[in-house]
């Protein structure tokens, strides 16, 4: 039998944004990660993706099309497969706002944009329990 994405010995990452750039970014900020990236467009996307890849880890912007990072998050919560899945609120709506409303919606941790390279691979290790 075929071996499934989601069976990969790597863990997975869902990075969803509605800018290619910042896709573009976080995907290079991750790359010395070792992890499997998958990325959405929107929420729904990212929805999709969540339901169907199994992610360990969820990089969110909160303002995305379709659907919100808060949405997706609180489904992501809600779904019984997504009460072990950590969250990764990476947005610009402002680094107080950020850090005082992920926790309450049910994210593990938060990044204000813009993001530091470096901290960005090193949040996302903590949350996965990767070493260096």
Same mark, same amino acid.
């Given at each position: ?27 290079? %900020?991750? !790359?010395? @990660?070792?992890?499997?990236?998958? +990325? #959405? ?10 339901? &169907? ?27 019984? %497969?997504? !009460?072990? @899945?950590?969250?990764?609120?990476? +947005? #610009? ?10 926790? &309450? ?28």
């Amino acid at each position: 039998m075929p071996k499934k994405k989601s069976e990969s010995p790597l863990p997975t990452i869902l990075v969803a944004d509605d800018d290619p750039e910042i896709l573009k970014m976080v995907q290079a %900020a991750l !790359r010395p @990660v070792a992890a499997r990236l998958i +990325t #959405a467009n929107d929420g729904e996307q990212a929805l999709s993706a969540f339901l &169907v890849e199994r992610p360990q880890l969820v990089v969110l912007d909160v303002m995305m099309p379709k659907l919100s990072g808060w949405e997706v998050v609180r489904y992501i919560r809600e779904h019984e %497969a997504g !009460r072990e @899945v950590k969250v990764l609120m990476l +947005t #610009a709506i402002g680094e107080a706002l950020n850090a005082a409303t992920s926790p &309450v919606m049910g994210a593990d941790d938060s990044l204000d944009k813009p993001f530091n390279f470096e901290e960005l691979a090193s949040r996302v290790r903590a949350l996965l329990g990767l070493g260096r």
